[in-house]
């Protein structure tokens, strides 16, 4: 089991501990798996803040599925979303027709996440589904439709279990404030 403290991480205040993003992983797979019973999903991980959520919540999807990942990258390294958001690696395959869960780590403003729905329906899958790990209610400029959370959190900078500030970060077993230089 990932420990809770890292020697060089002192700007950053554990928020939630690996336990509780586990715990919570293996709720959200419950709930997903029983909401899609047994039909295949096509499930789209956004680079690169998902990459530890979602390897972690595919293990808890008792489904048949198969993955895909789209780059994309909001300009800058601004701690606010711009909503300008580039792709930098597209699928590698059509999702026409397919019933898409969309795995995220965190919304904000809404601003990428629409940007995304947007994008995806006009490769017209079956159906989409939006689960994100964390979501800043605070935060919301544009609202879109969000089928599964893991947690609601206030309006502060996060980083850890995928998330960065300026690249860094992403390694944390846990999720945190971070309180550093800007
Ligand atoms: P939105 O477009 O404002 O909803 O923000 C979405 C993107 O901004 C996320 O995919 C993250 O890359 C980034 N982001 C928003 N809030 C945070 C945060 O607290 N920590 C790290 N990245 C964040
Ligand atoms: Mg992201």
Request: hydrophobic content about 40%.
């Amino acid at each position: 089991m990932a420990t809770n403290t890292i020697k060089w991480d002192h700007n950053v205040e554990v928020l939630i501990d690996a336990k509780r993003i586990d715990e919570r992983i293996t709720e959200l797979g419950r709930e997903i798996t029983a909401h899609y019973g047994d039909k295949p999903i096509c499930v789209i991980g956004i680079l690169k803040g998902c990459f530890l959520f979602f390897a972690d919540i595919v293990r808890k999807l008792d489904l048949p599925l198969s993955t895909e990942f789209i780059g994309i990258s909001s300009y800058g390294d601004a701690t606010e979303s711009s909503g300008v958001v580039q792709i930098t690696a597209d699928l590698t395959r059509s999702i026409e027709g397919a019933d898409v869960l969309i795995v995220e780590d965190i919304i904000d403003t809404g601003l990428t996440m629409r940007y995304l729905l947007e994008n995806f329906r006009t490769r017209r899958p079956k159906s989409i589904k939006v689960c994100t790990l964390l979501h800043k209610p605070e935060g919301t400029k544009v609202k879109v439709p969000i089928d599964w959370v893991g947690f609601e959190i206030p309006n502060k900078f996060v980083v850890g279990y995928g998330l960065d500030y300026v690249g860094r970060f992403r390694n944390l077993p846990y999720i945190g404030v971070y309180n550093g230089p800007t």
